[in-house]
């Protein structure tokens, strides 16, 4: 190789280099705005109305370093609002609000206003799943009211909402009287063969997190001396803005909201939320209370449980049977009844029994009331009988209501904790 | 002319990725839009019969353990019909390389950069393919067994990871819509398995040829194997439906991993598998169609064509078709019918001919 041509060629790789560093579509991490959550509302005009939580890396920034002081001076996000025709063009108006680009790749959670949800969303759905860098992990839920509201909630110790919201859902499995749906298997029960999905209900709270400051406020006059009633006045003034500060809106995420198709047919109260998360096989963990033989209230852990949803064609009729079996720990004895062998199969009777009632409850509001079929139940007769179901498929919207569901729970209780009975005062004779 | 050998281990390794290249991404749609629940099953049956032809094609191709298919056919059919065959077999090569050229920048624009021109990613595939094509079948070779184990690791990977997102209830019922859409179904599949054929233009560069039947088998074999794994994890956990809407069900899949939450968002791994297979698949129809132009033609070496040629490819690939809609709807309804004319039409008739003339060059 001459002199010239590897000359040559040192340039070519030089420029090369150059070429490597930039890219038509690149983007710097500091001209993004990165999108936490966004909430979708119905306006009055009858358009979307899309608000979105931004983060603030350098306030999240200062606030680890422990500096800053500023307090609630500066949030950690803002929010930003604009509305279009069709989703699409709400987002992208945000160009003209935001000095830097949105970034959607870390969005933790989608709300959907309730109106919004009401007409229906599987348009809004149709453009957020054509967006690439929206993840399919992001939780769907529906907001009682207005969804920008939730955004603006605080939720401590956390600086952003929508990342606390997405942080609840996932602990929800410790209670399970919440429900949690991510995108991807949201879509895939909307456009299964019993299209009625479920989504997490998130409600606003507006309640003052910090009582104590307003008492100390009204019986504030005391018998303390002139420096120390101005020391107080002072901590009173400053309690009382505090307070003020404080008194935002939390919220709470418990039942769910229930869909037919893509609208929104109405809510699921914690009892009968649980009852779907049994019916549906979902059920993690959660408290059963029962009376026990005194009387006393006795509380079980339920840990591990398996559904089997089984169509049954008993003489030219449909029956649905839905078999729980379930095991559990107890958890909490309000009285001082000990559990032994001889005792311990009535005891599983009652749970049963509790868990049969909350399954009752789910199908009474979704059968019966809402009429939506989001147990799956036509999507498990598509599955055990193909042939019948087609001939059914168009009629199924009438014959879900007065579909008879048969419903057999089986409870074991399994281990009690660290002890093996009550700290009886006195202890045991 | 090419004088370079490879391993029969070396071209079973090509033949996985280059079947696989974009098939994992863009089948599961077109066979789900057919089969619905039962894809796997398509896939399962378009293997089988994928396997079928491997063991037609390897007769053939062992028949003339020295020879190309370009160059026993004219031997075969005379040398007018040979020379049409050859043309056909060549051109279709040449064809699914300018498809795939295509595919490529596509896949790159929706996914990642959407403002960045296709042609930017289009040319840079054709200068890596004419470069390792330019190379040699040796250098593909040992790309291969460099590339295709990290392929495989990577694939392998994904599918674990997204195993615990699986309802398996979603691929039932089995064939609730009886058989039709199931058959239906796996013409893609046995199209993409039946790209096998290239091995007519391989085994002469084969160090042992006899070989080349089991590495045939086992490429099919493995390529069957994650085709329908893969199938029936994108129906289980994304939905039928689904699968069938998607642009990229594979994509979906990878990107909706979530592991204890530290373990997410593995996307980036989508862009190696997608890059390393559509790579190789472009190497492997480049070089057949290159090779067997310039023995078409009777030239002493295909080289001096790689980049007048490779231009042409990526020309053709821009104007072919004007959207992706229209990618799709040739790629799953046209396509594969084509493809078959070529990949199972052409060996099933050399080996027919070959038997009633009795023509072979083993001695």
Same mark, same amino acid.
């Given at each position: ?6 000359? %040559? ?67 950690? @996000?803002? +929010? ?22 949105? %970034? ?54 956390? @600086? ?26 949201? +879509? ?79 809510? %699921? ?66 009285? %001082? ?93 | ?159 674990? &990871?997204?195993?615990?997102?699986? *309802? ?8 609730? *819509? ?28 084969? *160090? ?17 194997? &994650? ?69 078409? &033609? ?66």
């Amino acid at each position: 190789m001459s002199l010239r041509r590897r000359r %040559f060629l040192t340039v070519m790789f030089l420029i090369f280099v150059l070429l490597l560093s930039g890219c038509w579509s690149r983007r710097e991490i500091d001209d993004l705005a990165i999108v936490t959550g966004i909430a979708l509302d119905l306006g009055p005009d009858n358009k979307v109305h899309m608000t979105i939580q931004l983060v603030k890396p350098e306030v999240l920034a200062k606030r680890a370093q422990g500096g800053g002081g500023g307090g609630n001076a500066d949030k950690a @996000y803002w +929010l930003l609002e604009s509305h279009g025709l069709t989703f699409v063009d709400a987002v992208r108006k945000f160009n003209t609000l935001s000095p830097r680009q949105l %970034f959607l790749a870390h969005n933790v959670i989608i709300i959907f206003g309730e109106d919004l949800a009401r007409r229906g969303i599987a348009s809004t759905l149709d453009r957020i799943s054509r967006t690439k860098n929206l993840r399919r992990t992001i939780w769907v839920m529906v907001a009682k009211g207005k969804a920008r509201e939730v955004l603006e909630a605080e939720l401590e110790p956390e @600086y952003l909402s929508a990342v606390a919201i997405g942080h609840m859902i996932e602990g929800r499995e410790v209670y399970s009287q919440s429900y949690g749906i991510d995108l991807k298997d949201f +879509l895939r029960v909307l456009t299964g063969s019993s299209p009625n999905p479920v989504a997490s209900r998130i409600e606003l709270r507006k309640e003052f997190t910090n009582r104590e400051f307003w008492e100390v406020d009204e019986d504030g006059q005391g018998e303390a001396g002139q420096g120390e009633e101005d020391a107080k006045e002072h901590i009173n003034k400053e309690a009382r803005t505090q307070g003020r500060e404080q008194a935002k809106k939390s919220v709470v995420l418990t039942g769910a909201a229930v869909f037919k198709k893509d609208k929104l047919m109405g809510w %699921f109260d914690p009892t009968e939320t649980r009852g779907l998360l049994w019916i549906q096989g979902k059920m993690r963990r959660g408290i059963i209370i029962i009376n026990g033989p005194e009387g006393e209230k006795m509380a079980f852990e339920s840990i591990r449980s398996k559904s089997e949803v089984v169509p049954k064609i008993h003489q030219g009729k449909l029956i649905m049977r839905v078999k729980i079996d379930e095991e559990n720990d107890f958890a909490e004895d309000m009285g %001082f009844v000990p559990l032994t062998p001889e005792n311990i199969p009535g005891i599983e009777k009652k749970i049963a029994a509790a868990i049969q009632k909350d399954i009752e409850a789910a199908l009474r509001k979704g059968q019966k009331e809402y009429k939506s079929d989001i147990f799956g139940f036509g999507a498990a007769v598509h599955r055990k009988y193909p042939q019948q179901w087609k001939a059914i498929k168009g009629r199924w919207e009438e014959l879900f209501p007065q579909l008879e569901v048969q419903v057999e729970v089986k409870s074991k209780i399994r281990r009690r904790g660290m002890s093996t009975e009550p700290p009886k005062p006195g202890g045991k004779e | 002319m090419e004088k370079g050998k490879i391993t029969a281990r070396q071209a079973m390794l090509l033949i996985i990725v280059a079947i696989l290249g974009d098939g994992i991404f863009f089948l599961p749609t077109f066979v789900a839009a057919q089969a619905k629940t039962d894809a796997w099953l398509s896939f399962l049956l378009g293997s089988i019969l994928g396997l079928l032809l491997t063991g037609i094609i390897i007769k053939l191709g062992l028949r003339f353990p020295d020879k190309t298919v370009i160059q026993y056919s004219e031997e075969l059919a005379g040398t007018v019909v040979g020379k049409l065959l050859g043309i056909w077999y060549i051109a279709f090569f040449l064809v699914t390389t300018s498809y795939l050229t295509r595919e490529f920048g596509e896949f790159l624009t929706t996914v990642v950069m959407p403002e960045t021109p296709i042609l930017i990613f289009m040319i840079f595939l054709s200068i890596a393919y004419s470069y390792a094509v330019y190379g040699g079948i040796e250098v593909m070779g040992r790309v291969a067994e460099f590339l295709t184990p990290i392929y495989i690791f990577l694939l392998i990977v994904m599918m674990g &990871l997204s195993v615990k997102d699986m *309802n398996l209830q979603e691929l039932t019922p089995v064939m609730g *819509n009886g058989i039709g859409p199931v058959i239906k179904g796996s013409i893609p599949p046995f199209a993409w398995t039946a790209n096998v054929s290239a091995m007519l233009m391989l085994i002469p560069f084969i *160090n042992q040829p006899e070989q080349s039947k089991k590495a045939s088998y086992m490429a099919v074999g493995v390529v069957g194997l &994650l085709f329908v794994v893969n199938t029936m994890q994108a129906i289980a956990v994304l939905g039928a439906q689904e699968v069938a809407r998607l642009e990229f069900p594979f994509f979906h899949l990878a990107a909706t991993v979530r592991v204890a939450n530290f373990l997410e968002r593995i996307d980036a791994l989508i862009m190696i598998v997608w890059v390393t297979g559509d790579f190789i698949r472009a190497c492997v129809f480049y070089y057949v169609g290159l090779l067997g132009l310039s023995q078409w &033609l009777k030239l002493k070496d295909y080289k001096p064509l790689v980049l007048p040629m490779s231009l042409l490819l990526v020309s053709l690939g821009i104007v072919q078709f004007d959207s992706i809609m229209e990618i799709h709807t040739w790629g799953g309804q046209g396509y594969p019918f084509y493809a078959l004319s070529v990949e199972a039409g052409i060996p099933i008739l050399l080996l027919i001919i070959a038997w009633v003339r009795g023509k072979s060059s083993r001695v």
